[in-house]
């Protein structure tokens, strides 16, 4: 079954609504309300506000250049031609290019009347208020986006449990069975998240910042980090005593994915085992140097992931 998104029933409710209120008031070329109407639905209020400024500057800005155009040169092919290189040109200087298509319309309506007058450019004032008006109104409804971030938040909170999990377990018993598709799973739902929270961002056309922008943009740089451990992890073939300290830390991450969890334990623990491993005898063979120098910078990597955590909790307690 086709979904039908609310865009798709604003468009449909209110261009023939506007349509409706032009020609109840007798209007001429009354259905270009309802064009206009539909041009002017966007996906969120900040965008609808900018897209209702445009299309009503650059409809001001055609019927002054029609006027001048069409009374120095007459009701000419010629003169829309010269009208289209004066006018086009004006509307990007003054960042009005989305309503040049809506502006046209208007433009074409004046050139077809063969007569520009007051009433006519009342007319066409109208239908420019009334198919802005009603896309306005109707933009003031946007549903909210939260239930879909939070959803977003848990997938990504689960991911990153089930990666912990698995190096966990790699360096505690040294097999590999995991696919890794949590990791292209939690790539590709950072980058949605990171465009609802834009598109739910544009909805609040007063607020300047959003708590869910703060925690995914922390949650994919602690991303990058996991991403890097990866490759740390499968070059390590020996299990060393070393590496089952390693692994009880990793599950412990892996546990502490949950709200009213801090970093700071964790880094306290980071810290411990750098000392440890300090004092620890020395490597014995090539293989088990090369393994503990690959588990301290595995540890160095744990220590940026828990300091992106600490520097970086939302105002919002989204998730501590």
């Known amino acids: 079954m086709v979904k039908i998104g609310y ?30 109407t539909l041009l002017c639905i966007q996906p969120t209020r900040k965008r609808s506000f900018l897209s209702s400024w445009h299309r009503f500057g650059a409809c001001l800005l055609a019927i002054l250049f029609s006027y001048i155009i069409f009374e120095i040169i007459g009701f000419h092919p010629i003169a829309i ?44 004032l109208l239908l420019i208020t009334i198919g802005i008006g009603i896309a306005l109104l109707l933009n003031l409804y946007m549903p909210s986006l939260e239930m879909n971030l939070k959803k977003m938040q848990t997938k990504v909170e689960d991911n990153f449990r089930i990666i912990l999990e698995e ?60 991403r890097r ?8 073939s020996e299990l060393y005593e070393q590496s089952y300290h390693m692994a009880d830390l990793f599950e412990e991450l892996a546990e502490a994915i949950h709200p009213g969890n801090t970093a700071i334990v964790h880094l306290k623990t980071v810290r411990e085992l750098k000392e440890k491993f300090g004092e620890d005898d020395l490597p014995k063979t090539r293989k088990e140097f090369e393994t503990r120098a690959n588990l301290y910078r595995l540890l160095h990597e744990i220590e940026q992931y828990l300091i992106l955590k600490k520097n970086n909790t939302p105002k919002r307690k989204l998730e501590a």
């Open 7 to 36: 865009r798709t029933i604003k468009t449909a409710l209110g261009t023939p609504l506007a349509i409706w209120i032009a020609e109840l008031l007798q209007l001429e070329n009354y259905v270009s309300a309802g064009i206009i």
């Open 81 to 124: 031609c010269i009208l289209l290189l004066l006018f086009i040109p004006m509307t990007i200087k003054l960042n009005l290019t989305p309503g040049i298509v809506t502006s046209s319309v208007i433009l074409l309506h004046l050139y077809s009347s063969e007569n520009i007058n007051l009433d006519l450019i009342i007319n066409e």
């Open 167 to 226: 190096i966990s377990i790699y360096l505690r018993e040294g097999r590999q069975t995991w696919t890794g598709k949590e990791i292209t799973d939690t790539e590709n739902l950072l980058n949605d998240a990171e465009r609802l929270v834009m598109r739910d961002l544009e909805n609040h056309v007063l607020r300047g910042n959003h708590p869910y922008y703060e925690y995914f943009l922390m949650r994919k740089k602690q991303f990058e980090i996991l």
């Open 229 to 236: 451990m990866l490759p740390l992890v499968s070059q390590m």
